[in-house]
């Protein structure tokens, strides 16, 4: 029988000492949380490591009409990726994708700055970067999100969760530079199944985590 941890900061503690001796000591790693959720893991992790914590963003671009369809994402630093496999099969004007993609932009800068404040983002250029959520389900996010910061040059993108589904987390090694997954149970079903207390994160939580951050 798999363990459920008790909430997500024993979880970011598990996660964290997992990390701390896989990756040993790495000046240059930097930890972004996935908000909401993922952010008190990260910052758990961050602490056992060291390590500066900020935030990454993601924001699905949904096909028009079928919304829940992800033709592809844009991230924090104005990345956008794009998923080729559903525009090749329904193609989407250009200028479509231009305007569903600016609208999700300014909800990623809204959340950057309920999140950061006047804070800046943390470049990750060449750095190992280290991303963290509660969990992953189907990974579209996490997938999104390795995609997008290989965009932005760092030396390595490492994905860490506590638990996970285990075709996700072996999908996602094509992807990463490493993928840590704590636990990998079967049947996985959902993420929150594998906490006692899956409590939503709240925007205040996440900004007060970041700000404990900045000012340890």
């Not at 997500?8 to 930097?30: F, N, Q, T, Y």
């Not at 028009?64 to 004007?93: K, T």
């Not at 993609?101 to 970067?129: C, F, H, I, M, S």
Request: hydrophobic residues 45%; aromatic residues 4%.
């Amino acid at each position: 029988m798999w363990r459920r941890f008790t909430n997500r900061v024993e979880a970011g503690h598990a996660l964290g000492a997992e990390v701390a001796r896989s990756l040993g000591k790495r000046d240059d790693a930097i930890v972004l949380g996935l908000p909401r959720g993922g952010v008190p893991v990260a910052h758990a992790v961050a602490a056992a490591i060291h390590a500066p914590l900020d935030v990454f963003i993601v924001r699905k671009l949904g096909f028009p009409g079928h919304e829940e369809l992800a033709m592809g994402a844009i991230a924090s630093g104005g990345v956008r990726v794009l998923n080729d496999d559903v525009l090749d099969m329904m193609p989407v004007p250009q200028q479509r994708i231009d305007a569903i993609a600016a609208r999700e932009q300014r909800e990623v800068e809204r959340r950057e700055r309920a999140y950061r404040g006047n804070r800046p983002p943390l470049d990750v250029r060449g750095k190992t970067v280290i991303v963290v959520d509660d969990g992953l389900a189907t990974g579209s996010t996490m997938r999104a999100a390795v995609r997008a910061l290989k965009a932005m040059e760092p030396r390595a993108v490492i994905v860490a969760v506590p638990v996970g589904a285990p075709q996700t987390c072996n999908g996602l090694r094509g992807e990463a530079d490493e993928v840590i997954c704590l636990h990998t149970p079967e049947p996985f079903e959902a993420v929150g199944l594998w906490y006692d207390d899956f409590t939503q994160t709240t925007d205040e939580e996440v900004h007060a985590l970041l700000r404990q951050e900045v000012t340890r």
